[in-house]
């Protein structure tokens, strides 16, 4: 049996290890300021983020939520956030990418019944075209995202479903057209699925709410957001990883 001690140290370091794969800062860029925030519900888990400059200039964004959380979500992220990055700097647009995700996730799953379901996730997957504000993108089963627009939401449903569960999904890729102005928000379903001490769930509402109240930067709109889970009650650290995302976009500019 491990000791109790080198066991915590091995998952504090494991820990540590996770979060060098992710971005140490949101980029910076004069088409758009995004920002992100994270809290793992066992210090590793399977919530996955990036944002990676393409050589032609555009932004891929992606997030997306392993099954399950902990230890065994941990290796599968690592796995598949390693994948991604091969398949962007592959070029693969969406729908290719999305589709070699799912196939490589399969290829594990075939290789047990008892551990396949670990082997699957949910992604939202995207590449903004920062000349033109215009966002391809494909939804595998990732909590719809938000976008503010004035005075009201508009909401980004799934395209496909869930990946790492059939061999020929149907995946389609839509396109947003944002305005200056815009704000996007993503986000896992750690926040809206968190309960408090009296079985209150966050729920959806409650970060529309936010959002359509918020006027301070990206930055201070996460802050808010996790502050406010935090005055809800519900648990630190939570049960399940909680991720969001936030892009604000300003005035679109031409590449010289």
Not at 17 to 41: D, E, G, R, T
Not at 193 to 222: I, K, T
Request: overall charge negative; aromatic content about 10%; glycine content about 8%.
């Amino acid at each position: 049996m491990v000791p109790t001690n080198d066991l915590n140290s091995d998952l504090d370091l494991a820990s540590k290890v996770q979060k060098l794969l992710f971005p140490k800062a949101s980029p910076q860029c004069s088409w758009c300021c995004m920002a992100i925030k994270n809290c793992m519900a066992k210090g590793l888990g399977g919530d996955f983020f990036d944002f990676v400059e393409l050589p032609d200039g555009c932004q891929v964004v992606f997030l997306g939520d392993v099954t399950g959380h902990g230890m065994q979500a941990s290796i599968v992220m690592a796995l598949l956030y390693g994948y991604l990055h091969r398949a962007i700097a592959g070029g693969c647009p969406p729908r290719e990418t999305v589709g070699q995700v799912n196939d490589f996730l399969l290829s594990f799953a075939r290789r047990s019944r008892h551990l396949d379901h670990l082997f699957s996730t949910t992604l939202f997957y995207s590449v903004i075209e920062p000349n033109s504000l215009v966002m391809h993108y494909v939804n595998a089963g990732q909590v719809a995202p938000l976008v503010h627009r004035q005075d009201r939401i508009l909401r980004l449903p799934p395209t496909a479903q869930p990946l790492g569960f059939f061999a020929s999904p149907e995946i389609e890729v839509r396109m947003f057209q944002f305005q200056p102005g815009d704000r996007l928000l993503l986000y896992t379903d750690g926040i809206i699925e968190a309960f408090n001490g009296r079985g209150q769930v966050f729920g959806h509402a409650a970060v529309e709410r936010l959002l359509l109240s918020h006027r301070d930067g990206p930055q201070d709109l996460l802050d808010g957001l996790f502050g406010q889970l935090a005055a809800f009650g519900g648990l630190y650290p939570p049960e399940d990883d909680c991720t969001a995302i936030a892009l604000d976009f300003s005035t679109p500019h031409q590449f010289s």
